[in-house]
């Protein structure tokens, strides 16, 4: 096994913890902004959104203080378009998980070979934002 680069694993827990606290921001906006006839459905998959990302945070968190690390209290930036049509939601909501599609990727590069631990972390995270990218593609696809 390679050793574990402590100090790069740190920085990018750090970096995706912030991301994904950014994303609890993000869908809590979009389930706000939300109207229309198909509002409740698209609604209740932003909040879910927002609790999965939570999550992702809270995970990513426990792991970085684990290896010593200080979390951070930031945000990553949130890009807003100020357009609220939900195809534009959820082409905000792809672009946002395709960034962290990277991030988790970068991650598992780092610890490849070092933990297995984080090495499955990585890889279950990887699974879950490869199938939201899916999920969002087909909610796209209804659009014309």
């Known amino acids: 096994m390679k050793e574990l680069d402590t100090q790069k694993t740190i920085e990018l827990l750090n970096q995706i ?20 006839p198909n509002r409740l459905p698209i609604v209740e998959f932003f909040q879910a959104q927002a609790s ?18 200080h979390p951070s209290q930031r945000i990553a930036p949130i890009e807003e378009t100020n357009q609220h049509a939900v195809r534009d939601l959820l082409q905000e909501s ?16 780092v610890v490849s070979g070092a933990r297995v ?25 209804d659009f014309s």
């Open 94 to 109: 792809l672009n946002h998980e395709q960034k962290a599609l990277v991030l988790y990727k970068q991650l598992l590069e």
């Open 117 to 141: 631990y984080l090495e499955e972390f990585a890889r279950t995270q990887i699974g879950q934002e490869e199938r939201h990218n899916l999920v969002i593609k087909k909610m796209l696809r």
């Open 17 to 36: 913890m912030e991301f994904e606290l950014a994303g609890v921001v993000r869908y809590t906006h979009y389930s706000l902004m939300v109207t229309g």
């Open 52 to 69: 999965e990302s939570l999550l992702h945070a809270q995970e990513s968190g426990e792991i970085l203080t684990g290896l010593e690390g």
